[in-house]
């Protein structure tokens, strides 16, 4: 099994918190500091830390899995068959960590038996970004792990993945150190979705883009956090999605 699941590290855990249940997540288990939502597809954790420290409005890319340990020996074996490198370090019965050919290094954590979605919104999905100088390498270890390719609009760097169990993966050429980020898709009325957002006390605004629309959210790291993202972005899935 293969579910999206960023880690979101913040200072300013409460006001994700009120966003994240009025864009329709469910916040579950809460595991010293670290607090997991879930959304109608994928989920995303929220990790307490101080205010101003070099991890504060930062993301980790991060997948659920059903088996550390078996996880580990079939991305190795699907490496070995491949053209790119994949690490793997020994998986500890909770988690293993992969490190890609582009330097990026992620967890692969043990998923729990059951995710319960009552009270979440169906149409939103949590997409997990992969933002590398060397998209096309980044792509073939989302296939390594079991990712399965979608259709993207543009014949050009970018790819895009949707996992088995849920959530959306996407690989973005970017420069620089390789690095997470995560935003949400939504597969229902958008406006819907901002009507709800202002009722809850939030200011989204709507852009329209050559392939839909998209929602952006003022972000709650905005001004506590020195290299986080101004706004959270929620893109209507479009048909070719």
């Known amino acids: 099994m293969l579910r999206v699941r960023p880690i979101h590290s913040t200072s300013s855990a409460r006001s994700w918190e009120r966003l994240l249940t009025a864009l329709g997540m469910t916040g579950g288990e809460d595991d010293g500091g670290r607090r997991v939502f879930t959304a109608g597809s994928g989920r995303l954790v929220l990790r307490q830390v101080a205010a101003g420290s070099a991890e504060d409005g930062t993301t980790a890319f991060s997948v659920e899995v059903g088996d550390p340990a078996e996880f580990a020996r079939r991305t190795n074996l699907a490496a070995q068959a491949g053209t790119t490198r994949t690490d793997i370090a020994q998986a500890d019965g909770d988690s293993c960590r992969i490190t890609a050919p582009d330097g990026l290094s992620f967890t692969a954590e043990k998923a729990p038996r059951t995710v ?53 993966l996407l690989v973005r050429p970017a420069s620089g150190h390789p690095r997470g980020g995560f935003g949400f898709e939504y597969d229902g009325c958008l406006e819907h979705l901002r009507e709800r ?23 709650p790291d905005a001004g506590a956090a020195a290299h986080a993202p101004e706004s959270v972005w929620i893109s209507l899935r479009h048909p070719m999605r």
């Open 116 to 168: 319960p979605l009552d009270g979440t919104d169906p149409a939103l999905a949590v997409v997990g970004v992969w933002f590398t100088p060397d998209p096309s390498t980044a792509a073939a270890t989302l296939l390594h792990i079991g990712a399965r390719p979608r259709p993207v609009p543009d014949n050009d760097e970018t790819a895009d993945f949707t996992a088995k169990n849920g959530g959306v």
């Open 197 to 219: 957002l202002v009722t809850a006390g939030f200011s989204p605004t709507v852009t329209e883009e050559a392939f839909g629309s998209t929602l952006h959210v003022a972000s």
